[in-house]
């Protein structure tokens, strides 16, 4: 590695500038060298992702395993000697699976049975489930162009894929998720009595991926189901061979009374007199069949690890550094609002915060949402990352349960870690703790602890 | 992606610089995103690993695997239609496993089986076995320091960890290779009887890691094998307790005649009146329990698809582009040796030859050998690169299939993706398709092709 920072410093030749900036330069290189050494050499991160994940498992709000993963991440923030640590109450939307779902295409005496799982705040079919012949649509226009006649009483199958050639997998999500999201609604408004999604992921697989939708208001209540690419794949062709093809689907899911809940916050003091607040943060809630290791499990051991290591290098920030566990992304966001609210309630200033929440995977760099003059600044400091592969800085978001802040005025970073995978995995029952690296995910850690000493020591202004 | 190649214009204010140089890159880049496209939106190299790795399986240089292999590789390109596909003839070692390896550790009556796997090119122990106490040392000094007393009738143990905290994981690999490759020798002039290995990987697991070792000329020739990370922990930690533990290890590998194989070459050919050539090449032979799906069937394929793109649109060289599957770069490197003894001994020019042979993971860059010029050329498509995430263009070496052709002043460039996982797979028997990500595995076969094109175009002088 000293190879490498010497290399860098070589490198940039406008450390000549003042001996200050080269001093300064000297130190924070230094200074980060050892915060990745920490992590690599040293790190505790993957173990905590192990327990919350394989002991712990699936942490939908308002579930045993939610509240199990309140107490054991608090645990280790008290065990890592964090100077506080406390539990912020959040009410959260308690959305439950019930008996796990059936679904199978019909095709004539064919029956073919497929692997589904209902959308994130759907209802349940009948007890009976539904059967009805299929419509099959890429998108919104096509289905408002069938007109209601053609819909009725149908279930409305989208199949529009994630666009393959978009370089970044998140741009491919956001260009197929109103499917998910607003499918089920715009299918009942044409009068479908059932909505099925071909799951959100760039691989052909048998997995279905979940994920939350919502009911427009004042359209029809109607259950709605991912089913695997495979299974959307098969249906599309029989389709296409067999108009008529049926589909059964059977799903118990409902919506509870919201819940009691909590984001959890460990702390490391700044030494200002009147400190602002710098966060790492993730979300500890994760859909119910998933152990959630990149969603986003990896996102809160990587917030705790980073305060962590700058801890235990002794560093003495000057604003106080928090790692926050927020609950309930997935499904309700109300995590990251309430954080916001007690923030903006408690007059808790914050200078910024970056959420890790794109996977455990090898990073890149960070997303910045902040004014041009804040952008610049952060960019400055691009030479200290560079060494560790860390080159996109500035491109892409913050992070949803960071967003509240916003309005705050504090800056918004997002660790942008390789997106190539994340899709395989994402609200899916095979995003479990096998599939973390445990080096990839370490680099992510100390990128995020490196960019807290830099937003400390410098500021954003 | 249009999106990304429009801010790339916008941010490389030297494209002003004539319009000339504006225009060819607007005709590159709108090409390298044709390149992207095609990799990932139509792909073929998935499909082709699938076969290599889940049907035909391991390779190992003289073994019925490879030998199906090249017939594989062969049809796969005259099926693309390549323009040329022959064989050529080199002679490879010949070295076989034979049965299963045992080995376990005995500590009074508690007896613990370990995994264990031959190192490639170790003779077998005795029919019944070695059984020995056991030598612990971290490194050559340590193991001469001891003396020959100490080490007489033992089992030397190399078990010095690779550095985790190397960024680059190839760099503690290349500081750790020496115990594996040149650890029997070492301790067959101390006296030892047979010599055993920490695997190398960055990993704590249980699977054992093998890869070739040489014994120095008038060495005595002991047995050697690798045991798991979690076994050499372990059988470190029963040492401290109880110095005089043993080992036993019984393997049954031998080494025969050389034998007959190939190397598998297939051509775009070049419009030039002389062309030269170009080679995008992998290494065929994997080891004999491995899949080789990392290592290295992702560099094979992905130099198939480099070609077999350029020629899909429509790309008319002035070189003749080559892909090469290399024979025996496990244990002798024949193939890579008959391939530069061919080109000097038929006057092929090679202007340039680019290996994938790290792995299939997120392409990062490439690294070159050649001439100050030629480097400085090569980095001045880095703006080209740099949409796809391509940044560190120039640091790291070519490969080892491709070395021999340096002394003919071919330019030798290595596809540099993320190695962060490579050791959690080399040379073992998790190295399967199943750990290759389709996108990733595209994204590298388009960056080659991409720097294929380039060389093409614009030569390296």
Known sequence: ?????????????????????????????????????????????????????????????????????????????????????????????????????????????????????????????????????????????????????????????????MDPTKLSTFEAYGAAGDQRRAGPSEAGQMGAVGCIVRSLTTRLDDVAHTGSMRYASGAPIIPAAAISTNAAELLSKMLKEKPGTEFYFKQNCETLPDAPSHNVIGELKGSKTSPQYIVAGGHLDSWDFAQGAHDDGSGCVQSIEAVRILSVLGYKPNNTLRAVMYMNEENGLKGGIAYADSAKSKNEKHLAAIESDRGGFIPLGFGIIGTPAQKSKIKSWSNLFAPYGLHEIGPGGGGADIGPLGPQGTVLLGLVPDSQRYFDYHHASNDTFDKISKRELELGAASMASMMYLLDKYGVE
Chains 1, 2 share one sequence.
């Open 1 to 161: 590695m000293k190879k490498r920072i010497l290399a860098s410093l070589l490198c940039y030749p406008f450390l000549t500038h003042s001996v200050r900036a080269q001093t300064d330069y000297q130190t924070d290189s230094v200074f980060i060298s050892k915060i990745f050494n920490t992590a690599l050499g040293d790190g505790k991160c993957y173990e905590v992702l192990r327990h919350l994940t394989t002991e712990i498992g699936s942490r939908l709000s308002g579930s045993p395993g939610a509240a199990k993963a309140v107490e054991y991440t608090r645990d280790v923030m008290k065990e890592q000697k964090f100077d506080n640590v406390f539990l912020q109450n959040v009410m959260v939307p308690h959305w439950v699976r019930g008996a796990k779902e059936q679904g199978y295409i019909l095709n004539g005496k064919l029956k073919i049975n497929v692997p589904i799982a209902a959308l994130g705040g759907s209802v349940a079919t009948p007890k009976e489930g539904i059967k009805a012949q299929v419509i099959e649509v890429k998108n919104f226009q096509e289905l408002r162009a069938l007109g209601a006649d053609k819909v009725k009483g149908k279930i409305v199958f989208f199949n529009r894929p």
